[in-house]
């Protein structure tokens, strides 16, 4: 069951957000051997025009000062896990391919469920960006089925695939794949957003995580999802309903392992869809506070709360990748307002 699995209580005090330091991450290719796989699960890959590599209180281009800076964020982080390269690494690490996270090994494995509408070929998406490095999430519903797909529903090759595929990977089944192949699958998860992202529905969310001095492309944002796997149809044509509620249920429990394990301190719910399965998932509700009104005819509400005593949530009713209602101040104004909410 979903119910009670996340401890969500009501509003808390603010906490220091934890970005990671800009500079410090690379991408780098990975090589495999029989028993090791060179892997820097810490690494990031940014836009040559991100990039900022002056003293330690130079700012980035999102505002952020590596060291810490005036409106409290901190560069103090969690301690990395076993199998995980430091998010401050500037050199390729090796990494044994078995000290990968072992909840993150189990979700990767894990058989893709019966009749479940899982778009074929595609591999369970744990995060798009480093989970691990970053201190900001936005959360949706599920992958979108163009991760892996084209608009003719061919599936994505290089150049042009987003992550990592069972043709890429050259295999059918994860469960009893080789290790380093499910290296690989974590990898290009960590590392998407240096590859071919989905912009025209990243960058929606982009201008919030910036007003808040996060971003995807520098590493200190990331983006996670309540169902891992892509479906086809998209979640809101899945039927039977009850197919939608046995994909949560199964999924639920990772997204709880990861803000449990990550450095995450800060999580947006974009869309009334996305907090309502929130609030099922932990059995409580959010705080609803004063909305957003003045931008087409219904106003956009505003939720709060903390889930594990640590996570602060920061959600909103509008889904802001509609092209109905959602114009351009709605959401500058969307984005004034969480920033206002996350204390930036």
């Not at 430091?86 to 993150?104: G, K, L």
């Not at 971003?215 to 996670?224: F, I, M, P, R, V």
């Not at 087409?296 to 602060?312: A, N, P």
Request: glycine share 8%; with cysteine.
């Amino acid at each position: 069951m979903l119910f009670g699995l996340f401890g969500l209580t009501s509003h808390a005090a603010p906490t220091n957000l934890q970005l990671s330091q800009c500079c410090s991450f690379q991408k780098t290719k990975i090589e495999f051997s029989p028993s090791i796989v060179h892997l820097p699960i810490g690494s990031v890959a940014m836009r040559p025009d991100e990039l900022d590599c002056g003293d330690a209180q130079t700012r980035n281009n999102h505002g952020v000062t590596r060291g810490g800076d005036s409106r409290g964020i901190s560069s103090q982080r969690r301690p990395s896990p076993p199998g995980y390269a430091s998010c401050s690494a500037t050199t390729p690490i090796v990494n044994d391919v078995t000290q990968i996270p072992e909840y993150i090994e189990r979700r990767i494995r894990r058989p893709i469920p019966p009749d479940s509408r899982v778009v074929e070929g595609s591999t369970p998406v744990v995060s798009f960006g480093n989970a691990h490095c970053a201190a900001v999430a936005t959360l949706g519903l599920n992958p979108s089925r163009v991760e892996f797909l084209d608009r003719d529903g061919n599936e994505l090759v290089d150049p042009f695939r987003r992550l990592a595929t069972h043709a890429s990977l050259g295999t059918s089944n994860l469960a009893n794949a080789p290790e380093p192949v499910v290296a690989q699958v974590l990898n290009d998860c960590n590392s998407y957003f240096s590859g071919n992202p989905y912009r025209q529905w990243f960058d929606q969310l982009e201008l919030i995580l910036t007003q808040c001095g996060a971003s995807y492309y520098d590493g200190s944002a990331c983006h996670l999802d309540l169902v891992q796997w892509a479906t086809d149809p998209t979640w809101g044509n899945l039927r039977p309903a009850s197919l939608r509620k046995e994909l949560l249920n199964a999924d639920s429990l990772f997204l709880r392992e990861q803000l449990s394990n990550e450095n995450i301190e800060l999580l947006f719910a974009n869309g009334m869809g996305v907090v309502r399965q929130l609030r099922a998932a932990a059995n409580t509700s959010l705080d609803e506070i004063e909305p957003i009104v003045g931008f087409g005819h219904r106003g956009t509400r505003l939720f709060i709360g903390t889930i594990l005593d640590r996570v602060r949530v920061i959600g909103w009713s509008t889904n802001l990748q509609s092209s109905f209602g959602v114009s351009s101040g709605l959401r500058t104004e969307v984005a004034n307002r969480v920033a206002e909410l996350a204390g930036r």
